[in-house]
């Protein structure tokens, strides 16, 4: 038998792919062309009057998510909590409370609340005096109040899934050492219940997003708002909507790359 | 004297007029409707693009990546607003461009097209990720044994992936009836709408938001129940989370 | 036998009237989905009264038209009509310049002044002056939204659009709003309601016709002449046999055609 060596070619992987892939630089192709005959032939002379209006349409947008996503994540870590440990009561409350957010559409939830409290003001008179008049007033509290609530229920299922699955040893240990509850709640349990949940929660916050245009139907003036004005000013039917969606996508845009930001941030074993 | 339109009138709940709840019911009918042909019109779109993303060529997978990017970033108000208006009058121009007569597009079938094509983005990641969990020995002995793709699909992967897929496509459902309420801005008469109208005429706010909330709320709860012994019937077999 | 009838009673339509036209075709109305009181709302078995749906009936009926009542969202009523959705507006929609430049409007068919009310006991009239520091609220898409934010946008607190009518009325008696713009018959059923106790007309704003327009009329698509004529003579004919005032007296006691 003759002894011929085999030689196999050492293993050399495929190159990774690039993006500028012969197919891409295609479509980009394109897409420029599209997004130029957009500009051309559509009709944007509108912009100019309008734009000192949309800039403000749009902090107006990010206050309210900004806002909202705060304070709801605040009681969303009580809702969460309480369903893992609280006393039995409280938690099917707060179970009842995030089943019913949940389970009704957040448009009935906004108009129930200021329409239907509206109509309260209607037949009692006597609640003008009350100190709290300016605010029951406007529309954005009931805004905020509706968007901060819906928030506050979905975050609730997120975080009671994120406090219970952060391991008991970790708990344990850190009493062992003599923590007492809020310094162990303060230094590990809610810090590793954050960790896992962030990608949920930059999902749940670009949804905080597009809930915020609701809020237009109840008088806030937010950059839908702005943009129904447009509508209704110049008849257009497609530059309007097409602007505001182009100005949804980059705020999504920003707001994912922010919490990529901070996911880069957990602290996480490597080797 | 405040009139009796306070929260606690219930006549005007009735089913026959003078009461208001048979054109509530109607507004509910459809609203399932909306949202069972726009839950099922996501779904095929859904394997479509699911299928498109895992085995097709790179055109397609940029493409349908851009559909299911843009869907998601884009609030589902202005994706109404658009694809209601400005998607049935290009349908129409591109008719008439080539000659057709206009075809008018009904309200039901824009919603249903509308929700369709925002279900069909989500369910395209929800659809692709169960795909992607179905151990791939059971698709390469498929294809051992010569069945052609569309009988992988039907025998195969479509049976395989279901377990994976109930948790996803039950979420889809249900935001696929409380986002038919966003139809009321449109003006279609689903139950959002009807409430508005029923409560503008007689004052009666409270109530009326009450009573669709109830109806929502009773829909979701049923779904819940039901989708929750689909899950069991579909796990039969698969272990369950420790 | 009933398709003997149909056939006979077109066959008669079809010898009977002018040269085109003469089979009932489908024309589809728009109206708001938004109530409207006393012209437009609907009622608790879902079916469309009021003064203006009885007015569609009378010139369908005149002009031989099967007209089909479709409630279109009133922000987007207009888009509804140039992408053909919809044939008509019959939504109390007034004839304005900016508007005839992307549709076209029959002749009108009624006239209402614009008025402004406002809370009992809080004194002040309907002018620029009296509304500063005031809060505002007018409908989406109107003629009293241009109006408010040329006349009354510097002065004014605020200017609050509302998606209905019934929104912005409803926040009045609610105290979250010091006066509401509107149509002044529309805002006198208001007022004559039990909800709209609690307010009084406070007046007619000064008229500005570039803005208010000239009455209202029938929005019809532009280049749609067949249509456009034949409803100017519906209009005509019921306002000369006495139909339009048999109607009117159901919901009103004076003539809303207006001069």
């Known amino acids: ?271 | 004297m405040a009139a009796p339109s306070g929260f606690l009138n219930l006549d005007l709940l009735a089913l026959s007029p003078p009461g208001w709840g048979g054109v509530l019911l109607a507004g509910f009918a459809a609203s399932l409707q909306l949202a069972v042909g726009g839950f099922g019109l996501g779904l095929l779109i859904g394997i479509g693009g699911a299928f498109g993303k895992l085995y097709g060529g790179p055109i397609l997978r940029d493409l349908l990546e851009v559909y299911t990017t843009v869907i998601r970033a884009v609030p589902e108000l202005v994706l109404i607003l658009l694809l209601y208006y400005a998607g049935t009058d290009a349908v129409n121009s591109l008719l008439m461009l080539v000659g057709l007569p206009r075809v008018d597009i009904s309200g039901l079938a824009a919603g249903i097209f509308v929700i369709g094509v925002v279900q069909g983005a989500y369910s395209t990641e929800v659809l692709r990720g169960a795909i992607k969990a179905v151990p791939p020995g059971q698709i390469e002995a498929a294809r051992a044994y010569g069945m052609s793709p569309f009988k992988t699909l039907r025998r195969i992967t479509l049976p395989a992936m279901l377990p994976y897929a109930i948790p996803g496509l039950s979420n889809l459902w249900l935001i696929a009836t409380k986002d038919t309420a966003l139809l009321a801005v449109v003006g279609f008469s689903e139950l959002t709408l009807v409430t508005r109208q029923a409560a503008g005429s007689t004052k009666a706010y409270m109530l009326f938001y009450c009573a669709a909330g109830v109806m929502y709320l009773t829909l979701t709860l049923v779904s819940n129940r039901v989708i929750a012994h689909i899950e069991k019937r579909a796990r039969r077999g698969i272990a369950g989370p420790v | 036998m009933k398709h003997i009838l149909k056939t006979a009673f077109a066959a008669a339509a079809l010898a009977t009237t002018a040269f085109t036209g003469a089979m009932a075709e489908e024309v589809k109305v728009g109206v708001a989905a938004e109530p409207y009181p006393p012209f437009t709302s609907p009622d608790s078995s879902g079916k469309w009264i009021g003064w203006e749906i009885e007015f569609m009936d009378a010139i369908c009926a005149e002009a031989k038209l099967d007209c089909v009542v479709t409630p279109v969202a009133w922000d987007g009523i207009i888009p509804a009509l140039t992408s053909g959705k919809i044939d008509m507006i019959i939504g109390s929609m007034s004839i304005t310049e900016e508007r005839l430049k992307t549709i076209d409007f029959s002749d009108k068919y009624y006239n209402t002044p614009t008025g402004i009310i406002g809370a009992k006991g809080d004194d002040f009239d309907a002018t620029p002056e009296g509304l500063s520091g005031k809060i505002i609220g007018v409908q989406v898409s109107t003629i009293h939204a241009d109006y408010a934010e040329k006349y009354f946008g510097e002065g004014a607190a605020e200017i609050k659009q509302y998606q209905t009518q019934d929104e912005a009325n409803q926040d009045l008696a609610a105290g979250r709003l010091d006066a509401v713009q509107a149509d002044a018959i529309a805002l006198d059923a208001f007022l004559k309601s039990d909800a709209g106790a609690c307010c009084e007309l406070k007046g007619n704003v000064q008229d500005d016709p570039a803005i208010l327009g000239a009455g209202v009329g029938v929005g019809l698509r532009k280049g749609d002449t067949e249509l456009k004529d034949k409803v100017n003579a519906a209009i005509k004919a019921i306002r000369e046999n006495g139909t339009y005032e048999t109607f009117s007296k159901n919901w009103f006691d004076f003539d809303i055609y207006g001069g």
Request: glycine share 8%.
């Open chain 1, 1 to 271: 038998m003759s002894e011929t060596k085999i030689t196999m070619p050492a293993y050399v992987p495929p190159p990774p792919r690039r993006l500028l892939e012969p197919h891409r630089i295609f479509l980009l192709a394109v897409f420029a062309g599209i997004v130029f005959c957009a500009i051309w032939f559509l009709r944007w002379d509108w912009l100019p009057k309008y734009q000192w209006k949309l800039l403000h349409g749009i902090w107006e947008t990010l206050f309210l998510l900004f806002s909202t996503a705060a304070v709801g994540f605040l009681l969303a870590i009580g809702l969460g909590l309480v369903q893992v440990t609280g006393p039995r009561p409280l938690a099917w409350l707060a179970r009842g409370f995030c089943t019913l957010i949940r389970g009704t559409p957040l448009l009935l939830q906004l108009w129930l609340l200021y329409y239907g409290l509206g109509s309260v003001f209607a037949q009692y008179p006597e609640i003008r005096q009350s100190m709290f008049w300016p605010y029951l007033r406007q529309a954005w509290p009931y805004g905020f109040t509706a968007l901060m609530l819906s928030f506050a229920a979905y975050e609730g299922e997120v975080m009671r899934g994120a406090f219970a699955g952060v391991p008991r040893g970790e708990l344990e240990a850190a009493r062992a050492f003599g923590m007492g509850r809020f310094t162990m709640f303060r230094r590990i349990w809610l810090p590793r219940a954050i960790y896992r949940a962030l990608p949920t929660l930059s999902g749940e916050t670009v949804l905080q997003l597009k809930s915020t245009p609701l809020v237009a139907t109840i008088t806030v003036v937010d950059v839908y708002a702005i943009i129904s004005r447009v509508r209704q000013d110049t008849y257009l039917t497609y530059e309007p909507l097409l602007l505001l969606a182009l100005i949804y996508m980059c705020l999504t845009g920003i707001l994912v790359l922010l919490f990529r930001f901070l996911e880069n941030r957990i602290p996480s074993r490597g080797a």
